[in-house]
C-alpha cells in the first residue's frame, strides 16, 4: 500500500505544478454527486485524455478512500504546490490543520439545532471535524469564493460521506445576507465557523461597497483601516443575528468562531468592532490561545493562528423590554431627527424685523426660525441669542399662513402674496406640491435639537432653548422621550456631541470637497450610541446611570 507521501509524489509529478492540471484532476475524479454538492457551481472545463491522467484519477481515488490521510490538509497541499505563495498570501488562502479545527470545535460546541457556515471553507477542514467528531448539527455550508477549493471541499464531503445537508457554496461570503440563503433554500446560519482569509484592507476588492452595505443593513461601520476579518466578523454577526430574528421563539443563541492571528487582538479596529458588537448587539467574546503558534499546514508566519475568539450572542431575558431585546442602541432611539422646513424662496418666505415692520405683517403670520447661513460656537441656541441675530437685521422670521383663499388676509399679506405671484414663486418646485404655494406644512413643535449635518470635522449637536423652528440648512432633533427634564437633556446633548467624534473615527457620512462632509438623516438616525446613553435618554424611571463624562471617556 502506498503511503501519503508517495501518493502526493505521484499526484504531484502528474499535476506538475499547474492550476490547471490540479483542476483538470479535480474534475476528472468527481462524481455527479460531488458536482451536486456545489451551489452555484462554476463550469468547470471538461477533462482533457492528457497521458497519465487515469493514473492521476486512480491515485487520487485511493487517497480519499484512506482513512490513515487527512484529505483536507492532503488537498490543501496539492493547492499549495500550485499556486504561489505570494498569490496565497495575497488571497489569505492559509488552512488550519486539523487538530486546531477539532480543538476549536470543542471549544464552541456546535448544537443540535446549529445551521453551520462556514465563511471561507478552503478544503472543509472544519466540515471534516464535524462529521468525524460525530458532531450533530443541522446542516452544513461551506462558502468559498475560490473554484479550485470549492471542488476541493465537495470532494472531501463526499469521501467522507457528509449527509446530504452538507454543501459547499461557490460564492463571495462578504454578499451574502439572509435572503441569499433562503433563495438557496437555506435558513440563515446560526453557527458561523471561519479561519478567514487575512487581507490588508488596501487589497479588498470591493471594500467600499461592502463596508456601505454592511452601515446600512447592520448599523457597524467598520474602520477603513479594517482589513478582511472585521469584513467577515461583521458580516457573520449579521447573518447569526437575522437567523435570530428568523426565530425569534426558539431563543437560538448563534456562536461565532473565529481564528485569528495575534495582530487581532492588538488593532484597534478589531477592538472597536469587538466593542461595537458587544454594545449594540450583545455579542459576548471569549477569547482562547491557540496551543501551538504554528498551526497551519505549511510553516510560514502569515499562518500562525494565535488566537480563537467564540463570540456568543446573549440571550436577553423575557422581562427585558422589547425595545431593549434588539440590543440596538441608535440615534433614533433617543432622536427623531428630521430635515428642516422647506421653503422654495427663502428670499420670500423670511423676513427681517425691519421687513415685517415695514411691510405690515402681523406677528400672528409670523414665526420664529433659526436664519441660515450662521456659526453657533456652543452646544445651546438661546432666546437671546436669536434676538441678536434678529436685531442684527438677519431674516429670523417665517411667514407662517394658513390655507385659505388670498382676499381672506388682510391688505398687507394680500399685497406681499401678490408680489411671491408676481415673482412666480406659485411655480416652483416646492410651491407645486403644496395646497396652497403660501402655505408652508409647520411641525406642531419645533425641535428640541439643532443637528448639523453639512460640517467639518464632525456634526454638532446643539441645544434648541430658544424653541424656533429650522430651514433646511440644518437637521433637527425631538427626543424620543418626551418627559426629560432639562438637567438630562443638557447630558444626552453632551454625550451625543462625544458620540459624534467616535462617528468620524468610522467615517460616518460622505465627504465632498476641502473636508466637508454630509450625513444625510436617515443614516444619522441609524449611528450606534452608546447603551448608557440610550439609557440616559430612555424615561425617567431610569436613574441617570451615567454621566456623561462617563459614557466615553
Ligand atoms: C485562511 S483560509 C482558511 C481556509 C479553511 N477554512 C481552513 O481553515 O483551512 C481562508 C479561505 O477563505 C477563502 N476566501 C477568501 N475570501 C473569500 C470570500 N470573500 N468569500 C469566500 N471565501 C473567501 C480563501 O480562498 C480561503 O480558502
Not at 452555484?40 to 485524455?49: L, R, S
Not at 487517497?63 to 493547492?79: C, K
Not at 447569526?240 to 495582530?263: I, N
Request: proline residues 5%; charged residues 25%; contains cysteine.
Amino acid at each position: 500500500m502506498k503511503d501519503a507521501a508517495e501518493l502526493f509524489r505521484r499526484i504531484s509529478h502528474f499535476i506538475d505544478a499547474s492550476a490547471s492540471g490540479f483542476l483538470q484532476l479535480l474534475v476528472a475524479a468527481a462524481k455527479p454527486s460531488t458536482l451536486n454538492r456545489i451551489l452555484n457551481c462554476p463550469t468547470y472545463p471538461a477533462p482533457a485524455g492528457t497521458r497519465g491522467l487515469t493514473v492521476a484519477v486512480e491515485d487520487l481515488r485511493d487517497v480519499m478512500r484512506r482513512p490513515d490521510i487527512h484529505l483536507p490538509t492532503f488537498f490543501a497541499w496539492l493547492y499549495a504546490s500550485v499556486t504561489s505563495l505570494q498569490d496565497r498570501k495575497q488571497a489569505g488562502q492559509f488552512f488550519t490543520a486539523h487538530e486546531i479545527a477539532e480543538w476549536s470545535l470543542k471549544r464552541a460546541k456546535p448544537k443540535q439545532y446549529d445551521i453551520i457556515c462556514d465563511a471561507g471553507a478552503g478544503t472543509a477542514v472544519f466540515a471534516d471535524a464535524i462529521v468525524r467528531g460525530r458532531i450533530g448539527v443541522q446542516s452544513y455550508v461551506g462558502i468559498e469564493n475560490d473554484p479550485i477549493l470549492a471542488l476541493c471541499a465537495a470532494h472531501v464531503l463526499d469521501s467522507i460521506n457528509a449527509p446530504k445537508e452538507f454543501r459547499i457554496w461557490y460564492t463571495n461570503f462578504l454578499t451574502l445576507d439572509a435572503t441569499a440563503f433562503r433563495r438557496q433554500g437555506m435558513m440563515p446560519p446560526t453557527f458561523i465557523v471561519a479561519n478567514p482569509p487575512f487581507v490588508r484592507s488596501h487589497r479588498l476588492s470591493g471594500r467600499d461597497q461592502i463596508r456601505t452595505a454592511l452601515k446600512s443593513s447592520f448599523g457597524i461601520m467598520l474602520s477603513s483601516l479594517s482589513g478582511s476579518i472585521g469584513y467577515f466578523l461583521t458580516r457573520a454577526a449579521e447573518l447569526a443575528e437575522s437567523a435570530r430574528s428568523a426565530e425569534p421563539r426558539k431563543k437560538l443563541k448563534p456562536r461565532l468562531l473565529f481564528l485569528l492571528p495575534r495582530e487581532a487582538r492588538g488593532a484597534a479596529h478589531v477592538q472597536r468592532l469587538r466593542n461595537d458588537l458587544q454594545i449594540m448587539y450583545g455579542w459576548d467574546c471569549r477569547e482562547y490561545q491557540i496551543p501551538n503558534s504554528q498551526t497551519g499546514i505549511e510553516r510560514h508566519s502569515s499562518n500562525a493562528l494565535a488566537l480563537l475568539f467564540v463570540f456568543e450572542r446573549n440571550n436577553v431575558s423575557r422581562l427585558t423590554p422589547a425595545h431593549e431585546v434588539n440590543h440596538i442602541r441608535r440615534v433614533q432611539d433617543v432622536l427623531e431627527i428630521k430635515r428642516g422646513i422647506s421653503t422654495g424662496c427663502n428670499e420670500f418666505f423670511l423676513l427681517t424685523e425691519e421687513d415685517a415692520r415695514r411691510r405690515k405683517i402681523s406677528k400672528k403670520w409670523l414665526r420664529k426660525v433659526l436664519p441660515t447661513r450662521i456659526h453657533i460656537p456652543t452646544t445651546h441656541f438661546s432666546l437671546e441669542d436669536w434676538e441678536s441675530l434678529r436685531d442684527s437685521g438677519l431674516r429670523c422670521w417665517l411667514l407662517a399662513l394658513p390655507n385659505r383663499d388670498l382676499d381672506q388676509f388682510e391688505i398687507p399679506v394680500q399685497e406681499y402674496l401678490k408680489e411671491g405671484l408676481r415673482r412666480g414663486l406659485h411655480a416652483t418646485p416646492t410651491a407645486k406640491r403644496l395646497k396652497t404655494w403660501f402655505s408652508l406644512p409647520l411641525p406642531t413643535e419645533a425641535p428640541d435639537t439643532f443637528v448639523t449635518y453639512f460640517f467639518r470635522g464632525v456634526p454638532r449637536f446643539i441645544r434648541n432653548d430658544a424653541q424656533v423652528f429650522h430651514l433646511t440648512n440644518i437637521l433637527g432633533g425631538r427626543f424620543v422621550s418626551r418627559d426629560l427634564d432639562q438637567k438630562r437633556k443638557e447630558l444626552i446633548i453632551d454625550s451625543l456631541n462625544k458620540q459624534a467624534v467616535a462617528w468620524m473615527e468610522s467615517e460616518a457620512g460622505r465627504e465632498y470637497r476641502d473636508g466637508l462632509r454630509k450625513i444625510e438623516p436617515r443614516e444619522m438616525s441609524r449611528l450606534p450610541i452608546d447603551v448608557a446613553l440610550f439609557e440616559l435618554a430612555c424615561s425617567e424611571g431610569h436613574e441617570a446611570r451615567a454621566a456623561s463624562a462617563l459614557l466615553f471617556e
